[in-house]
Nanobody, 125 residues
Framework: QVQLVESGGGLVQAGDSLRLSCAAS????????MAWFRQAPGKEREFVAVISRSDIMAYYADSVKGRFTISRDNAKNTVYLQMDSLKPEDTAVYYC??????????????????WGQGTQVTVSS
């Protein structure tokens, strides 16, 4: 199975952009649906976006739709989350997750059994 390492988090101001990356090691990256979740202090981990194995379909949480874009490069074993027009309420630890043979209908934490360590995103007002 793959192992996941996120990068790209940081401290930005409201309205700024960030791009998160999630590098996967191991075989058969293209067999995994990939997703991003986030967890703010004192809150449950929540779904952000998911992308299909073939990079054809993606689905977003309503709170980020139109501002965030998920993509993947199967040749580089990497999934990305482009975050534009960031808001203070986007502040959270962002986690990359993988589901073997998953699909864009996989949008809850229980559907994903492989997780990265997380990367902090802080948006100041």
């Amino acid at each position: 199975q793959v192992q996941l390492v996120e990068s790209g988090g940081g401290l930005v101001q409201a309205g700024d952009s960030l791009r998160l990356s999630c590098a996967a090691s191991g075989r058969a990256f293209s067999a995994y649906a990939m997703a991003w979740f986030r967890q703010a202090p004192g809150k449950e981990r929540e779904f952000v976006a998911v992308i299909s194995r073939s990079d054809i379909m993606a689905y977003y949480a309503d709170s980020v739709k139109g501002r965030f874009t998920i993509s993947r490069d199967n040749a580089k074993n990497t999934v990305y989350l482009q975050m534009d027009s960031l808001k203070p309420e986007d502040t959270a630890v962002y986690y990359c997750a993988a589901a073997l043979y998953g699909s864009t209908s996989s949008r809850d934490t229980k559907s994903f059994n492989i997780w990265g360590q997380g990367t902090q995103v802080t948006v100041s007002s």
